[in-house]
C-alpha cells in the first residue's frame, strides 16, 4: 500500500528525492512520516507531515537539510535529502495510518513500505 522510491547511492553533499506512492484509501486524510534505520540501529524517524500538510516536524539530525512535502492530488509524500552525510545512509520507510501519540515512534504508525536504500559514499 505504501512504495518508496529515488534511493541510490550519492557522495557526501549530494541530493536525493524519496517518493512514497500510495493508494488513495491509504493516503486519503492520513499523516504520513519518514523514517530510517542503518544497520544495527533502531529506526527512527526523521520526517513528519500531516493530512494537510499544515503541520511538519524533522529530527534535529535532519532539520534544515532534509525537506517533507505532499501532492495529496497524486497520493504521494516526497522527502528531498540536501547536504547529505555518511550518517544518514540508511534504508529509508515511510509510514502511515498514525494513530496519535508522538509522531517519531514508529509503533504509532499502522503502514509501512518496503524501504528504499540511501548510501551516502
Known amino acids: 500500500q505504501l512504495v518508496e522510491s529515488g534511493g541510490g547511492l550519492v557522495q557526501p553533499g549530494g541530493s536525493l528525492r524519496l517518493s512514497c506512492a500510495a493508494s488513495?484509501?491509504?493516503?486519503?486524510?492520513?499523516?504520513v512520516a519518514w523514517f530510517r534505520q542503518a544497520p544495527g540501529k533502531v529506526r527512527e524517524g526523521v520526517a513528519y507531515i500531516s493530512s494537510q500538510g499544515g503541520t511538519i516536524t524533522y529530527a534535529d539530525s535532519v532539520k534544515g537539510r532534509f525537506i517533507i512535502s505532499r501532492d495529496n492530488a497524486e497520493n504521494t509524500v516526497y522527502l528531498q535529502l540536501n547536504s547529505l552525510k555518511l550518517e544518514d545512509t540508511a534504508i529509508y520507510y515511510c509510514?502511515?495510518?498514525?494513530?496519535?501519540?508522538?509522531?517519531?515512534?514508529?509503533?504509532?504508525?499502522?503502514?509501512w513500505g518496503q524501504g528504499t536504500q540511501v548510501t551516502v559514499s
Open positions: 509510514a502511515a495510518g498514525f494513530a496519535g501519540g508522538s509522531v517519531f515512534r514508529a509503533a504509532n504508525y499502522g503502514y
Open positions: 488513495a484509501y491509504t493516503f486519503r486524510g492520513n499523516h
